[in-house]
Structures are given as structure tokens and as C-alpha cells.
């Protein structure tokens, strides 16, 4: 356990290292870059207001359920987040380029999307992943050897 | 070593990147040093105040129980959540649904039910 | 407001084979999955589930077979390898029609004796929020080694 209780040099200097990939995180999630901004704004604030915490894992490990808890509640807002299959809340696909590639993904169970996307996009480490979804690493491992076997064919 | 496979994967999921106008730096950066200027109340004052708050909180708390029973039916479960989770969606809250004590009734305050209903302890 | 009616099912695994297991028998894994059934529209849920002799412990927990309960349902953290699990879940936009259906399902680590397993229906409540009567089972699946 870490404590995270930084002065406000320090959670100006957090924010700075952690913005980019939480509002890109959030608009792969949402697939609205307005969403993702706001997203950015109310998870720092939230973190703000929390501090002092204990870390068990990785700050990003402890911000990840802020970030998609916030995406959640945008998409129910909007509700126009397509569906890719059945009716999910998150879409999982914001910038994704190339079509061949979001139609397999697409085709994954949200939570084996999740997994190697932070694994892959965000270079989660397994127990960071672990930690950032409140899971044992053997479901983690899981999830992500099924994901790779439908993704790499 | 890294398989070519994993590289091949981390091409194709790269988050894009999404630029972040200034004013909202400006906004978040300004909320960190306003929160932490908070935390610097000469020390008596802030014993003072939280004196005074520890005894409001005891004279007019409602027992942590009674608060969450949103439905009044004795019993604090899964309805509860629905029922406050609809009521925050609708916009008709009442103050003493603040259960996390932020200032305001929102989905914060249905998660704390929800937590509490699975916790083992 | 019906009463709620508490289904309380005693799930024995005791093995096909006729000859009793030994005590340090290999470790294996199992499927639980819990089914509600009702005949009212389901839109919140919540069950217990605790683990009765034998050495099992929870290892995973998936989301049941169908929107609006396909994500994993809340539980807490500390209950993954222990014995016992509450879950809960709700959607205030959609609900489960009346009917069975498969809301969750738990993957579990057993050793030694096969365990009992005991489920407790708390609360499953309709789309206006009240109270409605169902049941709930587990059905295992076959365990893996």
C-alpha cells in the first residue's frame, strides 16, 4: 500500500503525467471527444477531493474505475452509443481507424475488450489490470488469452 | 522479447491522441491548488470547526442504516439503490439521500448503497 | 407487496462415481450459474451465496446471459477466494422479462470433498421497484481439473 498525498505541486505534476492517456482513454471508451474532455475534468476533480488515498496498485490502476465509471454514465446520458452487439454501454472503439480491425474487436465480449486494451493500448501490466478492474489475475489471464485467440487468427 | 503479434495489436488498439484546450488545463490546475490551499486553515481554526461538525454530525445524522432504507420498507437492499438510482435520474432527490455527505445526491450516493449491500464485512 | 420468497437450495455435488473421494483430492474448478426465475419483469437483483464444507473458494465472476444483466453484478472484492459472495445488480432503463434466466455466473476453485452450495434470494424488485416473489438457483456445471 502507497499513501498518495501529494501538495499541489504534485497533483498539478499528477495530472500532467496522467492526462493524456485518461482522455484518450475516454474517448476510446465513449467515442466523443466532448465526453472524454469532461470525463478528464471530473475524474482529477474527484481525485482532488479524495486525496489523501491508499494505493494498493498503480495511480492508474486506482483512476481507471473513475474514468470508466464517468464514460458509463456519458453514454446512458447520450444514449447514442451504437451498438456493436447486444446493447453495451461503452463503445470501446472511439479513433479506431481501421474498419476490418473494429469489427473484430467488435465481436469480443465487452470485458475481453477491456482487457487488452488496457493491456495493449495503455501497456497495463497483468496486475495493474488486475487491480484496475477488481479481478483475480487468473481471470485476467483469462480473458486475455481469449481475446488474443480470436484477435490473432 | 516482444512477439511481432503484440507490436501488431498495439498498432492497432494506439489510443488517438485528443488535445486539451488550454482553458480546461487551466480549470483542473487551478482546482489542485485550490484544494490543497484548503488543507493549510491555521490549525485551530480547523479544530474549531471540526468540534463544532463532530457535534452537529451526532445530534442530527440519521443512523447510517436508516439513511440508505430509501424505500422505508425496514430493510436495506438492492430496491434501495433502484429506488434512489430512478430518483437521481428523474431529478427528485431530498437532501438526506446525500449519503457520502458531498453536497449533492448523485450516482456517488448510489454506489456507497451498493457497496455497502456486497460488503462481507 | 408479495412477500418475498426465499429460495434456499441445497446444491450437492457429490461425485458420480460410487467410491468417496480422498480428502487431498486434486484441485479442480467449477461453474456455477445463478438463475433467476420469476414471472414479473426483473430490473434489480441480489443474492447470497455461501459455500458449505469442502474447500472451495470463488475465483472469478461473470455478467448472466443477456442484456440488461450481462456485466459482471457488483460484489466485493474480498469476496474472491472465500467462500461466500453477495452480488447484486440493477438497471434503471431495461429489465429482464418474466421468465428464467441465467443473471450470473461464478467460477470457483474446489479441493478435497465436494462442497454444498447455499443460495439466498435478498431482494429481486420489478421496474417501479417494488418487491416482487422469485426464485433463484445455482446450477453447476461439470467441474474442469
Given at each position: 500500500?502507497?499513501r498518495?498525498?501529494p ?35 471530473d475524474?482529477f ?7 489523501p488515498?491508499?494505493l494498493t496498485g498503480?495511480?492508474?490502476s486506482f483512476?481507471?474505475p ?5 464514460c458509463?454514465d456519458?453514454?446512458r446520458r447520450?444514449r447514442?452509443?451504437?451498438p456493436?452487439r447486444?446493447d ?11 474498419g476490418?480491425?473494429r469489427?473484430?474487436l467488435a465481436r ?15 501497456d497495463f501490466q ?10 483475480p489475475?487468473?481471470t485476467?489471464?483469462?480473458r486475455l488469452h481469449?481475446a ?6 | 522479447?516482444?512477439?511481432?503479434r503484440?507490436?501488431?495489436?498495439q ?5 488517438s491522441?485528443?488535445p486539451?484546450?488550454p482553458?480546461i488545463?487551466?480549470r483542473?490546475?487551478?482546482a ?7 488543507r493549510?486553515?491555521p490549525?485551530?481554526?480547523a479544530?474549531?470547526?471540526m468540534?463544532a ?7 442530527f445524522?440519521?443512523a ?5 432504507d430509501?424505500?422505508?420498507?425496514g430493510r436495506v437492499?438492492?430496491?434501495d439503490a ?5 430518483a437521481?435520474?428523474a431529478?427528485e ?7 457520502n455527505?458531498?453536497?449533492?445526491v448523485?450516482?456517488a ?10 460488503s462481507l464485512? | 407487496m408479495?412477500r ?11 461425485a458420480a462415481?460410487s467410491t468417496p473421494?480422498?480428502?487431498d ?6 461453474t456455477?450459474?445463478?438463475?433467476l426465475?420469476?414471472?414479473a ?11 458449505d ?5 470463488i475465483?472469478?465472476?461473470e455478467?448472466?446471459?443477456e442484456?440488461?444483466?450481462d456485466a459482471?453484478?457488483?460484489?466485493d472484492p474480498?469476496?474472491l477466494?472465500?467462500?461466500r459472495?453477495i452480488?447484486a ?27 454444498r452450495?447455499?443460495i439466498?434470494?435478498v431482494?429481486?424488485g ?5 418487491r416482487?416473489?422469485?426464485?433463484v438457483t445455482v ?7
Open positions: 500500500m502507497a498518495f498525498d501538495d499541489a505541486a504534485g497533483l498539478a505534476a499528477a495530472y500532467r503525467e496522467h492526462r493524456d492517456w485518461v482522455v484518450a482513454l475516454a474517448y476510446r471508451m465513449t467515442g466523443d471527444r466532448d465526453d472524454a474532455l469532461d470525463v478528464l475534468q475524474v476533480l474527484w481525485l482532488f477531493g479524495r486525496v488515498v491508499e498503480t495511480l492508474r483512476l481507471y473513475a474514468i470508466k465509471h464517468r458509463i456519458r453514454a447520450r447514442k452509443v451504437v456493436l447486444g453495451l454501454e461503452l463503445a470501446w472503439d472511439g479513433g479506431l481507424e481501421d476490418d480491425f469489427r473484430l469480443l465480449p465487452e470485458e475481453q475488450r477491456e482487457v487488452v486494451t488496457l493491456r495493449f493500448a495503455l497483468l496486475d495493474e489490470i488486475a487491480a484496475a478492474l477488481a479481478i489475475l487468473g485476467v489471464k483469462s481469449y488474443l485467440v480470436a484477435l490473432r487468427p | 522479447m516482444t512477439d511481432e503484440d507490436v501488431d495489436l498498432r492497432a488498439l494506439a489510443l491522441a485528443v486539451v484546450p482553458e488545463d487551466a483542473i490546475l487551478d489542485a491548488g485550490r484544494r490543497r490551499a484548503r493549510r486553515w490549525l485551530a481554526a479544530g474549531a470547526l468540534a461538525a463532530t457535534a452537529l454530525f451526532f445530534a445524522r440519521p447510517p442504516a436508516q439513511a440508505r430509501v424505500n422505508h420498507d437492499d438492492v430496491l433502484y429506488r434512489l438510482a430512478r437521481v435520474e431529478g432527490t431530498a437532501p438526506r439521500w446525500d449519503l455527505r458531498d453536497g449533492r448523485d450516482r450516493d448510489v454506489d456507497g448503497i451498493m457497496t455497502a449491500l456486497v464485512q | 408479495k418475498l420468497l426465499l429460495a434456499f437450495l441445497l446444491c450437492s455435488l457429490e462415481a473421494r480422498p480428502a483430492e486434486g484441485v479442480r474448478f467449477r456455477l450459474d445463478v438463475v426465475t420469476s414471472d419483469p426483473i430490473a434489480a437483483w441480489q443474492v447470497e451465496i455461501t459455500t464444507g469442502g474447500d472451495s473458494r475465483v472469478g465472476v455478467g448472466g446471459a442484456p440488461p444483466f459482471p453484478p457488483r460484489h474480498a469476496a477466494q472465500s467462500g459472495i452480488l445488480a440493477f438497471d434503471t432503463g431495461r429489465a429482464l422479462p418474466a421468465g428464467k434466466h441465467r443473471v450470473a455466473t461464478l467460477h470457483l476453485r474446489e479441493a478435497g470433498a465436494a462442497p452450495y447455499q439466498e434470494l431482494a429481486a420489478d421496474p417501479a421497484g417494488e416482487v416473489s422469485a426464485t446450477d453447476p456445471r461439470s467441474p474442469t481439473p
